[in-house]
């Protein structure tokens, strides 16, 4: 089946320390995406990469890195500098450049959720 | 830059009851709009989808929205909600063309519906 798959499911971490989310598509989608999403706040998009070697900041990127290296795969790095990073984590993708109408609906995977001690 | 108000936190109904979930939107130009749900332990997924043509549209399990561009609205409507129906529901825009802004997914804070049996 066709589909995201997002590791780990459930992740700790220590005050100062960087962690990074895996996220990969076997859906051929150009473009992938990072939302995270809080209670009450809705999805706010992280990154989201429109091509191979190709990203862009979305509206909360400050403390969060990511790379596009292969077509399938979208990491996340939370780093250190994210002051408030306990939040579930959602990536996606979507066709990219070719929706009519740049309708891109989005695919998302399960979420990881992150919660830091 | 774009913005998605959905004006109800959690709304409560009892089963067979009416559905109806307010969505505005904030933006200059041409959209697309799209309703996403997520039910208890399930990912993310599309409910339904404007971007041309017939302003009333249809999704799946018998849910429609309506686009009144006048109003900057596009409510989602059920005629009768059952207790599967329970589930968190999010409106979000993007912007109508083929470019930068179509990757840009604004979603709303999100509206959690209860259906009681």
């Known amino acids: 089946d066709g589909g995201i798959t997002q590791s780990p499911k459930y992740l700790f971490r220590k005050e100062g320390q960087n962690v990074t989310l895996s996220c990969e598509q076997n859906l051929n989608h150009d473009a992938m995406y990072w939302y995270r999403q809080d209670p009450g706040q809705g999805l706010r998009l992280i990154y989201y990469s429109q091509i191979v070697n190709d990203f862009q900041k979305g509206d909360i990127a400050e403390g969060y890195s990511v790379s596009r290296e292969k077509k399938e795969s979208f990491p996340l790095t939370v780093t250190s500098a994210q002051k408030n990073p306990t939040a579930f984590y959602l990536c996606a993708s979507s066709i990219g450049r070719t929706a009519p109408s740049g309708a891109n609906v989005l695919t998302f995977g399960a979420g990881s959720r992150l919660t830091v001690l | 830059a774009q913005s998605v108000s959905q004006h109800n936190h959690h709304v409560i109904l009892s089963e067979a009851a009416s559905l109806e979930l307010g969505c505005n939107y904030s933006?200059?130009?041409?959209?697309?709009l799209f309703w996403y749900v997520q039910y208890p332990g399930q990912h993310l997924q599309l409910l339904l989808k404007?971007?041309?043509?017939?302003?009333l549209v249809k999704g799946i399990k018998g849910f429609e929205a309506e686009f009144i561009k006048s109003k900057f609205s596009f409510n989602l409507r059920k005629p009768s909600v059952q207790w599967s129906d329970t589930a968190e529901y999010f409106c979000?825009?993007?912007?109508?063309?083929?470019?930068?802004?179509?990757?840009?997914?604004?979603f709303g804070k999100g509206t959690k519906l209860s259906v009681i049996p």
């Open positions: 933006y200059g130009g041409t959209v697309n």
């Open positions: 979000a825009v993007n912007a109508g063309y083929s470019g930068a802004g179509s990757y840009q997914l604004t």
């Open positions: 404007y971007f041309s043509g017939d302003p």
